[in-house]
């Protein structure tokens, strides 16, 4: 698949949804934090998805991931 747009590809924001969807399945695997909310914004140049997170002693935390895609080099 050659990809011909890059602000935002196809492939970053299927990333990006992809990491919305298994929020639960991430949070099984977060050591006993727990995702209390997560945003998404998959319109931008690089889609980001913020994890709102709850520690084992109830402090609150953030984590963004930003999905950048390299260009291809073929």
Same mark, same amino acid.
């Given at each position: %698949? +050659?990809? *011909? *747009?890059?602000?935002? *590809? /196809?492939? #970053?924001?299927?990333?990006? $949804?992809?990491?919305?969807?298994? @929020?639960?399945?991430? #949070?099984?695997?977060?050591?006993?934090?727990?995702?209390?909310?997560? #945003?998404? $914004?998959?319109?931008? =140049? $690089?889609? %980001?998805? +913020?994890? $709102?997170? %709850?520690? +084992? =002693?109830?402090? @609150?935390? #953030?984590?963004?991931?930003?999905?950048? @895609?390299? /260009?291809? +080099?073929?």
């Amino acid at each position: %698949m +050659k990809t *011909s *747009s890059y602000n935002p *590809s /196809p492939l #970053e924001v299927d990333f990006a $949804n992809a990491l919305f969807i298994l @929020q639960k399945d991430i #949070e099984k695997h977060m050591q006993g934090n727990k995702i209390i909310h997560v #945003e998404t $914004n998959i319109n931008r =140049d $690089n889609p %980001m998805v +913020k994890f $709102n997170l %709850m520690d +084992k =002693d109830g402090d @609150q935390h #953030e984590i963004v991931v930003r999905v950048i @895609q390299i /260009p291809d +080099k073929f």
